[in-house]
């Protein structure tokens, strides 16, 4: 498994940006497919986006396509949220995520096997 850590969360006026980063340990980290999720109060923890081991591939949510991009540097053990466009429905907690086999052909949260301590967005409108 890796221990993953989020940050770059924060309060942000509608129409900003912010970029997530989720720091990985562990030097089998560009073996796992990764994935952002969130979960804002009331609500169940929902699916944002994923990448593929090597970065090739990516997925997006409806609520993310064209204004959220993830990307990955194995050389960095890092993988990355941009955040464009932000909406105060966007306010959430976000969680980074590690899936072991690579892939994102499933992309539930219980596909996940580990996950972080999540990073507070919020977006004020």
Known sequence: QVQLVESGGGLVQAGGSLRLSCAAS?????????????QAPGKEREFVAAINWNG???YYAE???????????NAKNTVYLQMNSLKPEDTAIYYCAAKADGSIGY?????FGSW????QVTVSS
């Not at 562990?26 to 969130?38: K, L, N």
Request: aromatic content about 14%; proline content about 0%; hydrophobic content about 25%.
């Open 26 to 38: 562990g030097r089998t980290f560009r073996s796992y497919a990764m994935g952002w999720f969130r």
């Open 56 to 58: 090739g591939t990516t």
């Open 63 to 73: 609520c993310a396509k064209g204004r959220f991009t993830i990307s990955r540097d």
């Open 107 to 111: 992309r539930r949260a219980s596909d």
């Open 116 to 119: 972080g301590q999540g990073t």
